[in-house]
């Protein structure tokens, strides 16, 4: 493990149980009300971007802790990770920029709260693989907090919301 990824280690341990409990939180929230979720054209989306972050959050610090690593290559890989996570969250964006009803600044907020995430690990990525590693590791942090408090947004909406 690189100098520079060693001072994480704690913080990825932390942020890998917080993120792949949540995960399995979002997970078990959709499946109590599966079927009025399905019956959004919104939610599916929206629920599975908000996943995709999670996951994006447990492999940037699952990998963080891999022994003898360059950072350059990890920075890479949380690149290509936070590029998947990304299509998700374009997908949510074109189908609740779709959704009938919905005013211009409520689909901005629906999404905002998905591609803020998703963009601070992109940026984290981009400057680790540049040579910035410790601005981008602060920014890979706090795209898992951002990617925590997302999710736990998403829980809300699927476990409270969906049923008003």
Request: glycine residues 10%; charged residues 10%; hydrophobic residues 65%.
């Amino acid at each position: 493990m690189s100098e520079a990824l060693e001072g994480w280690t704690e913080f990825n341990v932390a942020m890998v149980g917080a993120t792949a409990a949540l995960a399995g939180l979002l997970i078990v929230a959709m499946s109590v009300n599966i079927s009025t979720i399905m019956t959004s054209k919104t939610l599916p989306p929206r629920a599975a971007s908000s996943i995709a972050t999670l996951v994006l959050a447990i492999v940037a610090g699952a990998l963080g802790l891999v022994p003898g690593q360059p950072v350059w290559a990890y920075g890479a890989v949380v690149l290509i990770a936070s590029l998947v996570a990304t299509a998700f969250q374009v997908h949510a964006m074109r189908v609740i920029a779709r959704e009938p009803g919905s005013g211009a600044g409520d689909r901005a907020l629906k999404s905002i709260a998905g591609v803020l995430p998703v963009a601070v690990f992109l940026l984290g990525a981009v400057l680790i693989v540049a040579g910035a590693a410790g601005a981008g590791l602060i920014l890979v942090a706090v795209g898992s907090v951002l990617a925590i408090v997302s999710a736990i947004l998403m829980a809300w909406i699927v476990l409270v919301e969906v049923l008003r």
